[in-house]
């Protein structure tokens, strides 16, 4: 287009596109050399930057820095600030074209077109805007900001030297109708800060006699193991999934401080599996089932039908399709015509089903109603400030070696239990994830093959010729990859 003659329809309609990819074009074109070229050379410093960004950066500590709190304080700001910035570009490109020389009808084509394109380039920045500030919300809801700020070698070393963080992954049945917390699923996830390896150790909610460190107020209260008296009806509430309901319904045990559960059930995992457990997460079910949900469901093998309900009225049928966050959860929690040991199996199925299938790109898709669900899906004491921290670890594991060892019959006898010997197991179960080269993950798909070594003792019936070798029995207490039985 020639400065010096009248432009056309398409001129300034192409002119002011090109201006929204390249800032600055539309100026040159109409003679603002000094503004274009401005435009232009920040323009490009900008995109130098990211690419040298993106090229030296690791991602997990990008990550990381990004979900700090003045991380997403920034993003908010920043995006919101571009966004209008772009806006005002694009129409100011188009005001610089002279439009006002075009036909009525062409003035009124361009103005559209140009509108169209000033609020399109804004969008994009004001989403980023709108999710860094909805995620800062539901960050902030769900994790706990400490009463003084974490010391500077903690900052510099949030491991404090150590190499691996062990956290306490709960699963509890709280809702509306049922005072107190359940803990129905109990899991320490033992991870390895420098490679990401982890070790999923599950412990059957129906652990008797469950121990606490000596010296505790539980210990004292109970030094020969949580053992209570029987129940109406031949009930019994001292199994470990009772220890967090009965720490909280006895504040005078701690000296009449309150709400103790959490802490409570922290040292008798941790003194049972001989580990210092860093942190705890309790995940409510139904909110963990707002969250499958969330994504859309996922997809999961159920090997047999699966009964539940107060009447038997509901049904998982056996196959392998999308289940959505209700019957995900009562294939899980299910115990009709079931035991526990089969339930922390399946438990862990769907577990290892959303750690796949929760890919960023699903997550960003649904991202507002996956921040809503996560508000109400977890009570952690995991300092804010570990976020930043804990997101890299947490980008590690998803690419890492992820193995299980359950404490079930017949590897266990949860009636009286060997602590020797599950402490003997733990330290074996981390140090061959150490020493142990990767396995092969099995994915769900007909495809995958996998040898199902179910939680609870089975016996498998099989067809022997004479002569021929059998197959050696499995090692209970050999780590499992977590999908591991899982079709």
């Not at 000094?34 to 030296?56: C, D, E, P, V």
């Not at 699963?171 to 899991?187: V, Y």
């Not at 995900?328 to 862990?348: H, K, P």
């Not at 109400?376 to 804990?390: C, F, G, S, V, W």
Request: charged letters at 15%; glycine letters at 10%; hydrophobic letters at 45%.
């Amino acid at each position: 287009m020639d400065s010096s003659q009248p432009p056309s329809v398409g001129a300034v309609i192409g002119w002011t596109a090109l201006s929204a990819v390249a800032p600055g074009a539309a100026h040159l074109r109409a003679g603002w050399r000094r503004t274009g070229l401005t435009l232009l050379s920040i323009h490009t410093a900008a995109l130098l930057a990211l690419l040298w960004i993106g090229l030296t950066s690791d991602l997990g500590d990008l990550a990381g820095r990004l979900v700090a709190s003045s991380g997403l304080t920034i993003l908010t700001v920043v995006s919101l600030m571009l966004g209008v910035a772009w806006f005002t570009l694009v129409v100011h490109s188009f005001t610089v074209l002279g439009p006002g020389t075009l036909p009525r009808a062409g003035q009124t084509v361009a103005g559209i077109v140009a509108g169209v394109l000033a609020v399109a380039v804004l969008l994009p920045f004001g989403l980023v805007g709108q999710y860094a500030a909805v995620s800062q919300t539901a960050l902030d809801n769900v994790f706990v900001a400490p009463p003084t700020p974490l010391p500077t070698e903690r900052r510099q070393d949030p491991w404090a030297g150590r190499s691996r963080v062990n956290i306490l992954l709960l699963g509890g049945d709280a809702d509306d109708h049922r005072p107190g917390i359940r803990t129905d699923s109990i899991n320490v996830a033992s991870i390895d800060v420098r490679t990401g390896n982890t070790v999923l150790l599950s412990l059957p909610r129906n652990l008797e006699n469950v121990r606490f460190t000596p010296g505790t107020p539980m210990a004292e209260r109970f030094p020969d193991g949580f053992r209570l008296p029987v129940g109406p009806g031949g009930g019994r509430d001292d199994l470990l999934f009772g220890v967090w309901e009965y720490a909280d319904a006895h504040p005078e045990i701690f000296g009449g401080r309150k709400g103790q559960g959490a802490h409570a059930l922290i040292d008798a995992v941790g003194y049972t599996l001989g580990l210092e457990i860093d942190w705890y997460a309790l995940v409510n079910m139904w909110g963990f089932a707002r969250l499958i949900d969330a994504i859309g469901g996922v997809t999961i093998t159920v090997p047999e039908d699966v009964v539940f309900g107060k009447y038997n009225e509901g049904l998982v049928r056996a196959g392998t399709r999308r289940l959505g966050g209700a019957d995900a959860m009562w294939f899980a929690r299910s115990r009709t015509n079931s035991d526990d040991y089969t339930r922390m199996r399946r438990q862990r199925c769907v577990l290892g089903a959303l750690l796949a299938q929760a890919d960023p790109a699903t997550v960003l898709s649904r991202f507002n109603r996956v921040a809503l669900a996560t508000k109400e899906l977890i009570r952690t004491d995991i300092p804010r400030p570990m976020l930043e921290h804990l997101v890299p670890l947490a980008l590690k594991v998803k690419n890492a070696r992820v193995t299980s060892v359950q404490f079930v019959p017949p590897l266990i006898n949860t009636g009286y239990p060997d602590w020797t010997k599950i402490r003997a197991i733990t330290v074996k179960a981390i140090r061959d994830s150490v020493v142990t080269p990767p396995l092969v993950a099995a994915t769900p798909g007909p495809s995958a093959t996998v040898a199902a070594i179910p939680s609870a003792t089975v016996t498998a019936r099989a067809e022997v010729k004479p002569g021929q070798p059998t197959a050696k029995p499995a090692d209970p207490a050999k780590p499992k990859g977590i999908t591991e039985g899982c079709g």
